[in-house]
């Protein structure tokens, strides 16, 4: 094989590597667009699961210091 036949089979190889990373970026956009939650839908949720835990902690930590000082 002479330089010039050799530099196109690579070129073909580099040009099939790129479209098979562009449809891999493509997929990835989309799974990132259906299938996860952005940060601003998640805040509400993350507030409210915090606020209950912190509401289930404190009642804990009360009750154990309702019991402690009882006796």
Known sequence: MNKETTDKVKLAVIQKDLEYIKCSVEEIKGKLDKEYVTQ????????????????????????????????
């Open 40 to 71: 601003d839908e998640f805040t509400p949720v993350k507030n409210i699961v915090y606020g209950i835990v912190g509401l289930i902690l404190t009642s804990v930590v009360g009750a154990l210091i309702t019991l402690i000082l009882k006796q």
